[in-house]
Nanobody, 124 residues
C-alpha cells in the first residue's frame, strides 16, 4: 500500500503561482506513473499532468500546457506541480495519483493510489 500526501494548495489571485507537492510513502519505481487530477464542484474529474518516474517524460492537459510543469524527485519519492499564470478556472481540488501499469495516463481508473487532495482557489 502506498500513501500519497499532497501539500502546497491555497488561495491566490489570477496570474499568481502555486507549487503542489506529493510525497509517496514508498519508492515509486522507474516506469511507473505519477500525476495530478483535479475536480471542481459540479464538474467532471480532469487529468492535469503526468510523469513517468525515472524517464521524466511529462504529459499535460491542453488547458494547462505552457503554464503548469510537473517534475519529480525520485530520491524523495516526490512529484511537484508548478502552476504559473493561474486562472479562476484552475480552481479545484487537486489529487495526486500513482499507478504501476498505466496505459492511458488521463484515465483515472488506471491509477492504484490517490491522495486526499489539496484545494487550489484562484480569484479574479
Amino acid at each position: 500500500q502506498v500513501e500519497l500526501v499532497e501539500s502546497g494548495g491555497g488561495s491566490v489571485q489570477a496570474g499568481g503561482s502555486l507549487r503542489l507537492s506529493c510525497a509517496a510513502s514508498k519508492h515509486i519505481g522507474s516506469g511507473k506513473s505519477m500525476g495530478w487530477f483535479r475536480q471542481a464542484p459540479g464538474k467532471e474529474r480532469e487529468g492535469v499532468a503526468f510523469i513517468y518516474m525515472g524517464g521524466g517524460s511529462a504529459y499535460y492537459a491542453d488547458s494547462v500546457k505552457g503554464r503548469f510543469t510537473i517534475s519529480q524527485d525520485i530520491a524523495e519519492n516526490t512529484v511537484y506541480l508548478q502552476m504559473n499564470s493561474l486562472k479562476p478556472e484552475d480552481t479545484a481540488m487537486y489529487y495526486c495519483v500513482a499507478g504501476s501499469v498505466v496505459v492511458s495516463l488521463f484515465d483515472p481508473y488506471e491509477y492504484d493510489y490517490w491522495g486526499q487532495g489539496t484545494q487550489v482557489t484562484v480569484s479574479s
